[in-house]
């Protein structure tokens, strides 16, 4: 039984990894081809928002790279970060707000969350541009807090991941505003 697990664990955060990469490698094809002006490009990159794929978010103070995917149902937060639907998309006036896993087998991406400070950068690349967040608030909640989430007047970015690690009787926020 207990190998079972283990070989059951591997499985799937190998598959986690690979449709990770794999989402990435789709996404940054597109952003090439939509750089070179070709024709088909719209299409590749409607197909990939279809598909689940809206950028890669980028956080260097952690070295994470990471496909964002349009909503936070677990199937999302399996293989990507999940952007909260009906928030601002990257770069757009308002809260662009994300949700990520911590402490799960697969879609472990906000993992390190807790190590970001004010001042550190967190860029999203979409089919668009990319965008940067300097990171100015970082603060733990109550789930039901969810005023975290409520639009602004500014290009707002929320990130939200549960904390304590394997107790998520939390939720971590990190915010940041649009830099450039």
């Known amino acids: 039984v207990g190998v079972i697990?283990?070989?059951?664990?591997l499985y799937m955060k190998m598959t986690a990894n690979y449709k990770q990469k794999k989402m990435i490698r789709d996404f940054k094809k597109t952003i090439e081809k939509m750089d070179k002006g070709d024709k088909d490009s719209k299409n590749a990159a409607t197909?990939?928002?279809k598909s689940g794929t809206i950028g890669i978010m980028y956080i260097p103070?952690?070295?994470?790279q990471v496909a964002v995917s349009e909503g936070?149902?677990?199937?999302?937060?399996?293989?990507?970060?999940?952007?909260?639907s009906g928030t601002a998309l990257p770069g757009k006036k308002g809260n662009?707000?994300?949700?990520?896993?911590?402490s799960y087998t697969y879609g472990e991406y906000f993992n390190r969350l807790d190590e970001l400070r004010i001042g550190d950068?967190?860029?999203?690349?979409?089919?668009?541009?990319?965008?940067?967040?300097?990171?100015?608030?970082?603060?733990?909640?109550?789930?039901?807090?969810?005023?975290?989430?409520?639009q602004t007047n500014d290009s707002e970015i929320t990130l939200v991941t549960?904390?304590?690690?394997?107790?998520?009787t939390h939720r971590l926020i990190v915010k940041?505003?649009?830099v450039k």
Do not use: W
């Open 47 to 49: 197909q990939n928002v």
């Open 96 to 102: 662009s707000c994300f949700a990520g896993h911590r």
């Open 162 to 168: 549960c904390t304590p690690i394997r107790i998520a």
């Open 61 to 64: 103070k952690i070295n994470l």
């Open 72 to 84: 936070t149902d677990m199937k999302t937060l399996k293989y990507a970060v999940g952007h909260f």
């Open 121 to 150: 950068l967190i860029t999203i690349e979409t089919k668009d541009g990319k965008y940067a967040y300097k990171i100015n608030k970082i603060n733990v909640v109550n789930p039901s807090d969810t005023y975290v989430l409520d």
């Open 5 to 9: 697990i283990i070989i059951s664990a």
């Open 176 to 178: 940041g505003v649009l």
